[in-house]
């Protein structure tokens, strides 16, 4: 009795282990049906079996369940359940014949999930779970490939750039750094942002070699993307290297000479050379070479109007650059005692004054005149600059004590906003 009591309770074990791998069994054939709801039911009660939840083929099912509900509901949290199972299932049996025959597909649709709910997520600009959902989709990637299948799914380039330009818009500038870099060891050529965005990240780390490196690799790679040039300038004005910042703009000027655009923009960027802010944007030191940087600017903007006489913005940087100067020996002239102010010295800042305001004023109305013709098509940048003409305007007129011109460009400033 003893001996058969024995064998009874070994066959009782038996039929539940069969029963239990009989719920793998019915799981799977509620898959091939897509009776989700069963083959979930099935495969947890294996799962909390203590003979099949060992099993790889368990976990290998469950993964298969939740693959196929993720995919067809492009649900990124079924996706990643699935993931945890496949992972599961060859930590039991790395060497699982169904696996290797089927396992690069189902990985892919994994990663293909995830990967899409990122893209989705950046669309919508969700910076956060765009990073998160592409991290999670290389973990796909980086897991599968890992294990030495037969094929290896594909390194995304793109996914590896917007995954660092989501990460850098989240925020996480480290981490998006890491992305960023193995994109351009990838040699990904489809977005200049690329570049914009690296080199933006080592000017904020203060590593000049690499902002330098990257403005000059991009400029290499996209010629046309005028966005490289002004950070090249921007590089060589914010590290003081204003000699080889003048050598580049005198070698493009030299190599355009009569480009009208090449020519403005070379006396604006001087000009802005001998004029520099803080960072607060009040004016800072001018630089020691001052004078002489005014007379290219100067010469440049006469060049740039001898190109294009009508043109609204050359004619009010020329005018902006007298005005300016005269505003600054206005100040000189201001910070005088009451006693100073009949001295020769201030009888000359008077003059100088006076001078430069007459010199302006023509090429402010010209300004004026221009920028008034086309004021319904005009760009908010050009609003800005039609702005500062009129107030300089309104300045210059109230001087010479010109009320009605006074009144008339009031008028306009209103209109203008």
């Given at each position: 009795m003893k001996k058969l009591l024995v064998s009874l309770v070994f066959c009782s074990a038996g039929l539940v282990a069969v029963a239990q791998r009989a719920k793998v069994s019915s799981a799977e054939e509620a898959l091939t049906k897509k009776d989700y709801d069963k083959a979930k039911a099935d495969i947890q009660a294996a799962l909390e079996n203590e003979k099949t939840k060992g099993d790889a083929k368990t976990w290998y099912v469950k993964g298969k369940i939740f693959e196929a509900t993720a995919t067809e509901k492009k649900d990124t949290k079924e996706a990643l359940e699935a993931f945890d199972a496949y992972k599961k299932a060859l930590e039991i049996n790395p060497k699982m014949t169904e696996a290797q025959l089927e396992m690069h597909q189902r990985m892919f649709n994994l990663y293909a999930t995830i990967g899409n709910a990122g893209y989705a997520s950046l669309n919508d600009q969700k910076w956060d779970s765009a990073f998160i959902y592409f991290k999670d989709a290389?973990?796909?990637?980086?897991?599968?490939?890992?294990?030495?299948?037969?094929?290896?799914?594909?390194?995304?380039?793109?996914?590896?750039?917007?995954?660092?330009?989501?990460?850098?818009?989240?925020?996480?500038?480290?981490?998006?750094?890491?992305?960023?870099?193995?994109?351009?060891?990838?040699?990904?050529?489809?977005e200049p942002a690329l570049y914009v965005i690296l080199a933006q990240t080592y000017e904020e780390k203060g590593d000049n070699a690499n902002w330098l490196k990257t403005i000059e690799d991009g400029k290499a790679m996209f010629p046309k993307d005028k966005r490289f040039n002004d950070m090249e300038m921007l590089y060589y004005s914010k590290t003081g290297k204003t000699s080889e910042l003048l050598g580049i703009l005198e070698k493009k000027m030299a190599e355009n000479p009569n480009d009208f655009q090449t020519i403005l923009d070379y006396g604006i960027r001087v000009d802005n050379l001998a004029n520099p802010r803080s960072e607060g944007g009040q004016d800072a030191a001018k630089p020691a070479n001052y004078d002489e940087l005014m007379g290219k600017a100067e010469g440049a903007y006469k060049k740039a109007i001898e190109l294009k006489a009508d043109d609204a913005t050359a004619n009010f940087q020329l005018g902006a650059l007298y005005f300016n100067r005269a505003v600054g020996f206005n100040k000189e002239l201001n910070a005088m005692d009451s006693k100073s102010l009949n001295t020769p010295k201030a009888k000359e800042?008077?003059?100088?004054?006076?001078?430069?305001?007459?010199?302006a004023l023509p090429f402010f109305e010209k300004a004026d005149e221009n920028f008034t013709a086309k004021a319904a098509s005009l760009e908010p940048s050009d609003k800005q600059t039609y702005e500062s003409c009129l107030y300089a305007l309104q300045k210059i007129y109230a001087i010479k004590n010109e009320t009605a011109k006074v009144d008339a460009v009031k008028k306009k400033l209103e209109n203008l906003k």
């Open positions: 290389f973990s796909v990637v980086d897991f599968y490939n890992s294990k030495g299948f037969a094929s290896a799914l594909p390194t995304d380039t793109s996914m590896i750039f917007y995954a660092g330009y989501a990460g850098n818009q989240a925020g996480k500038k480290d981490e998006a750094l890491t992305y960023l870099k193995k994109a351009v060891d990838l040699h990904f050529k489809a800042l008077q003059t100088k004054v006076t001078g430069l305001m007459d010199q």
